[in-house]
């Protein structure tokens, strides 16, 4: 009876890491066909698209982007303190730290984030292919 109950969730998790693994397919094509990649909001130094957190996710994690290659990171914006010391002034550009880390999800988790980048990118593909159609017409 225990192999029967171990083999259902074994099943379950084959059938979540397939599914995590065509929506990376999925996200990284649909990251490849955004040419220019945007610019994260009010990053100097960062292309990126936020991805929205799964409404049951705790706030253990930061802002999570989906980027060009198609991959989740977790972006930590900051002052890079180092580099006011090293020059001697604070200019708002060099002071600027943007780090990208790369997430390595559960597939549970994996699919929230990558469907909600999917759907984020797809809406950006939507409105430009909206915005050239519209200038052609013209």
């Known amino acids: 009876?225990?192999?029967e109950h171990l083999l259902r969730k074994a099943q379950a998790d084959n059938i979540l890491e397939r599914a995590a693994l065509q929506l990376q397919?999925?996200?990284?094509?649909?990251?490849?066909?955004?040419?220019?990649?945007?610019?994260?909001?009010?990053?100097?130094?960062?292309?990126?698209?936020?991805?929205?957190?799964?409404?049951?996710?705790?706030s253990s994690r930061g802002c999570v982007v989906v980027c060009e290659d198609g991959d989740l990171y977790e972006?930590?914006?900051?002052?890079?303190?180092?580099s006011i010391?090293?020059?001697?002034?604070?200019?708002?550009?060099t002071a600027r730290k943007e780090t990208l880390k790369k997430l390595d999800l559960h597939p549970r988790d994996y699919i929230a984030y990558a469907y909600n980048g999917l759907v984020a990118?797809?809406?950006?593909?939507?409105?430009?292919?909206?915005?050239?159609?519209?200038?052609?017409?013209?």
């Open 1 to 3: 009876m225990q192999s």
């Open 25 to 58: 397919q999925l996200l990284q094509e649909a990251c490849s066909q955004l040419d220019p990649f945007p610019s994260f909001p009010n990053a100097f130094f960062t292309n990126a698209v936020e991805c929205e957190p799964p409404e049951a996710a705790g």
């Open 75 to 82: 972006l930590e914006m900051g002052i890079d303190h180092d």
């Open 85 to 93: 010391e090293l020059t001697g002034s604070w200019d708002p550009v």
């Open 121 to 138: 990118v797809t809406e950006l593909l939507l409105e430009r292919e909206a915005e050239a159609s519209g200038e052609n017409a013209q």
